[in-house]
């Protein structure tokens, strides 16, 4: 088995938790920025002590961290940003495992944004089996009880926060691969460390200056709610370092489509601890998208 395959699925369990958490606090203690903001105030100090750390006992030295490696890290910090947002407000709008699925649409435009940016293609047995995953989309796009046509159901707010997050998620995920690549012959992990701390760091600046702007009040309260907050911050940064390491070992369509493994986690999340209750269509549409999943996994 090709060491991209465990790596991703541990980060699709670390996401999974860490968004389990934030829907609490987004639903009980935080507003939406408050929520996202907490993600990268707990994870990117301690992301920059184990990467000084690392590179202290190993004496080693930074590499030069030239323009484009800058330019890749803030327009997929920012783009992750402004996704998440959108992922925590879908939270309050359906429930938590379909929420999740709308997100997975990053996978499709993982595919056209790593062909636009890096010039990386999929092949037609990979790109089979994330079409299947897209019907499986399609058919959650509709609300419970709405009336229509399923592209009817494609307008609506929780199908424009979903898909909004996908396009952003892709693009951040593509520029991540396109930064680590920027960093030259230097071993996976590092370079997911060295491009994880400074995406972790320019986001918490990013979004403490905007909070401090605009609302200190919400700064407060995150770090009120800290007990809690410091977990989603060791999640996420759990996570982001799995993720990361994926982009540098693979291309990032076919690292975003395994990731789907997420469904499984974010269904019984859904059932077991949010108590929630899925219709038999959102059944079906998860059941395609874990049935794509099981085919890349064959396939690539």
Do not use: H
Not at 25 to 46: D, E, N, V
Not at 220 to 241: E, L, Q, Y
Request: hydrophobic share 55%.
């Amino acid at each position: 088995m090709s060491l991209w395959i465990p790596i991703t699925v541990a980060a699709a369990f670390f996401q999974t938790l860490r968004f389990m958490l934030q829907k609490t606090l987004s639903t009980t203690r935080l507003s939406t920025a408050g929520a996202t903001f907490s993600r990268f105030a707990y994870s990117a100090p301690f992301v920059a002590m184990i990467l000084a750390a690392y590179l202290i006992v190993s004496g080693r030295e930074l590499p030069p961290l030239g323009l484009a490696f800058w330019a890749y890290v803030l327009t997929g910090g920012l783009s992750q940003i402004v996704a998440t947002m959108l992922v925590v407000a879908l939270f309050r709008q359906r429930n938590f495992a379909v929420g999740i699925t709308f997100k997975k649409t990053e996978v499709i435009q993982a595919v056209i944004f790593g062909l636009l940016i890096l010039g990386e293609g999929v092949s037609l047995a990979g790109l089979g089996a994330i079409l299947l995953g897209l019907i499986g989309v399609l058919s959650l796009s509709k609300t419970p009880g709405g009336a229509g046509q399923w592209w009817q159901g494609l307008t609506n707010r929780a199908a424009a926060l979903g898909l909004g997050s996908g396009v952003l998620f892709a693009i951040s995920g593509v520029t991540y691969r396109a930064a680590s690549l920027e960093l030259g012959s230097l071993e996976s992990v590092l370079r997911a460390g060295i491009t994880l701390a400074a995406v972790t760091m320019s986001q918490m600046i990013a979004m403490g200056a905007w909070l401090a702007w605009r609302d200190r009040a919400e700064l407060r309260a995150v770090w009120a709610a800290r007990r809690t907050a410091i977990w989603v911050g060791m999640f996420s940064m759990g996570g982001s370092f799995c993720w990361f390491v994926a982009f540098t070992l693979q291309t990032v369509a076919y690292v975003k489509a395994l990731g789907q493994v997420e469904l499984i986690f974010s269904m019984l999340a859904s059932v077991l601890f949010f108590r929630e209750r899925l219709t038999g269509r959102e059944m079906l549409g998860i059941a395609l998208l874990g049935a794509s999943i099981l085919l890349l996994v064959m396939v690539t």
